[in-house]
Structure formats: structure tokens, C-alpha cells
């Protein structure tokens, strides 16, 4: 018996060793990764001592390869205070089935035209308000075509609301593209600078999109602490154009765009590599987030724009299907 437990704890004594190396190889290649790619060029030295303190005090043991990967995610997040930094474990990832750009597009494509390429819900509610409830920024090439439908849509409405409240962002072009609508021409909106390359990008709007423009008319646009990323691009660009108002809650605060990396073959590393600056005030919303223009709670935002449009209608004699009567009757079933 003595000598089976003695097997067993020196079993036991490998798989920890072999974890333990699996470990700092992992933690390597990202401090690596870091100091070569991300934005702020001494914060490798930040991950350097924070995964040194953390392997000395053992946070990392017996973890599983997914437990292992939430945990550096967030500790990086905390550390660094960047909330695009993102680790994940590729249970069945190989590089032997590495595939082309253009075939990983087709598989991202499959998997965002199972959701519409983000377009939840397109409607036009009482009083003639346009509504969009938008989830994900897909990229361009492949929801161009759901973009231009949902717009055409919404086309004849005097107001839109755009619910942004359960996006967490996506495809910086599909930003730009889904702005274009709100512009009459092309308009620079930021600059982002790649510390890797060492070189600055102008983003543009288009002066042409496939779908009809959504010019000189009110947009409001719902936020909530889940907006993240493009989502919150969107919300400052066209508040910041005095394009739409904000209504809902404060958002994260995740400004700068990412990279991608396979780490050790089995992680998925995301480090913001660039920073985004706006051609108006040469900042972003890099942990300050975008603050509302009316700040209310995430479930209550839908009913307050719907509310400040009516009472907006009232006030200027907007003609709607909804008689007066009918408009005011609304306003009191939803200040219930």
C-alpha cells in the first residue's frame, strides 16, 4: 500500500511540474506579446511582476486551461485597467487546420448570419419612431446588405431609437459604415495610431451606402453598462457630432482596438495594439466611457426616448397616424 501512495504522489508530483511549465510558457509568450504590441509600451513590465507574484503565490495551480485562461483575462483587465485584453482556451484548435482569411470570414460569416448580423428587431412604433435593436458590429461584407434593409426600412419615420444596450461591439469598418447613414458626406471621425507599425489611420465616413441616408432627423441611441467597444464608438461619434442623444447608462470604457494571437497553440490572446483619437477632441472613451445626454437605468432607457420623442411631437405639431388625443393617451399608459 505504501508503495502505491508513494506512485500516486509522484504522479502527482509530474502532472504539477508539467502544469507548472505549461504555466510559464504561457505567461511568457504574453509578456511577450504585450511588450511588443501593446499601446502603452512599459505595461509588459506591469504583466511581468503581476504574473511573477501571482505564480509565486501559486493562483495559477490546479486550475483548469479554461479556468486558467479566465483568470489571466481577468487579472490583466484589473492590472492594467484594459478591458479588451481577453485570454481564452481553443479546446480543439490545431494549427494543422489553420485556414485561410478568406475561409475564417466564411465561418464567421455562418456564424453571424445565424444572427442576423446583429439586427435583432427592426420596428416602427406608435407615433411613427423607428427602432433598430442592433447587438453585434459584424463585418461590413457581409451585413452591408442587412444594414441597407433595416435602414430602408426605417427610412420614412420622423425619429429612430438604435438599441445599443446588449451590444458588445465588433467591426471597427462596420462602425464606420453604419455612421455613414447619419453623415450627409464623408467626414473624418478619428484617427487610430498602430504602435506595432508605428503609423496613424484616418477613419472616414462614405459619402454613398447602399441603403437610404438618415439625415436632419432626431436619433436617439440606448446604452447600458453591457455597450462595449464599437457599440460605444457609435454612441460618441454621433453624440459627438450632435448627430443623437445618449439615453441610458455610463458605458464601460473600451476605446482602443485589438490584436489577435495564438498563444502556445491552445489560447487565444486579445491585446488592444492601437489608440483611437477623435478629429474633434483628440480623445476616446477609454475608461471614461460615453455619458448618456440623459441618464436613466438600462430598462427603463427604451421608454424614456419613446416618451421624450411623443412629448417632442406635441411640442412641435409633428404630423404622426396618432391623433392628439391618442399621442397623449400614450404618454400617460407609459408614465404609469
Not at 8 to 28: E, G, P, R, T
Request: glycine share 4%; with cysteine.
Amino acid at each position: 500500500m505504501k508503495k502505491i501512495l508513494t506512485g500516486i504522489s509522484f504522479f502527482h508530483s509530474l502532472v504539477f511540474y508539467a502544469q507548472s511549465d505549461h504555466n510559464k510558457a504561457v505567461l511568457s509568450d504574453i509578456t511577450e506579446k504585450v511588450k511588443s504590441y501593446y499601446i502603452d509600451k512599459e505595461a509588459y513590465k506591469k504583466v511581468d511582476s503581476l504574473f511573477h507574484n501571482e505564480s509565486k503565490k501559486g493562483s495559477f495551480n490546479s486550475l483548469s486551461k479554461k479556468d486558467f485562461a479566465a483568470l489571466l483575462t481577468q487579472k490583466l483587465r484589473i492590472n492594467i485597467n484594459d478591458k479588451h485584453f481577453f485570454v481564452k482556451y481553443l479546446e480543439n484548435y490545431s494549427p494543422k487546420k489553420a485556414v485561410s482569411e478568406k475561409e475564417r470570414e466564411e465561418e464567421n460569416n455562418s456564424h453571424n448570419r445565424l444572427e442576423n448580423f446583429g439586427f435583432e428587431n427592426v420596428l416602427r412604433l406608435e407615433g411613427n419612431i423607428g427602432y433598430i435593436n442592433f447587438k453585434g458590429f459584424a463585418s461590413p461584407q457581409s451585413s452591408e446588405k442587412t444594414l441597407a434593409a433595416a435602414m430602408n426600412f426605417i427610412a420614412n419615420t420622423h425619429s429612430l431609437i438604435i438599441d445599443l444596450r446588449e451590444n458588445g461591439g465588433g467591426d471597427n469598418e462596420m462602425l464606420l459604415l453604419f455612421c455613414s447613414y447619419f453623415f450627409d458626406k464623408k467626414t473624418d471621425l478619428y484617427t487610430t495610431y498602430l504602435r506595432n507599425k508605428d503609423e496613424t489611420v484616418i477613419n472616414s465616413t462614405q459619402s454613398e451606402v447602399s441603403g437610404q441616408k438618415y439625415l436632419h432627423k432626431k436619433v436617439y441611441i440606448l446604452t447600458s453598462k453591457k455597450s462595449f467597444s464599437a457599440a460605444e464608438g457609435f454612441a460618441y461619434f454621433l453624440q459627438e457630432h450632435k448627430l443623437a442623444e445618449v439615453i441610458g447608462e455610463k458605458t464601460e470604457g473600451a476605446a482602443n482596438p485589438v490584436d489577435h494571437f495564438i498563444i502556445q497553440n491552445q489560447y487565444l490572446l486579445l491585446v488592444p495594439a492601437g489608440q483611437i483619437k477623435s478629429f474633434i477632441s483628440h480623445k476616446n472613451w477609454e475608461h471614461t466611457g460615453v455619458t448618456p445626454d440623459q441618464e436613466v437605468k438600462a430598462g427603463d432607457a427604451l421608454k424614456a426616448a419613446h416618451l421624450k420623442i411623443l412629448k417632442n411631437i406635441l411640442k412641435t405639431e409633428t404630423k404622426t397616424e396618432l391623433s392628439i388625443p391618442e399621442i397623449k393617451n400614450l404618454i400617460d399608459k407609459l408614465e404609469q
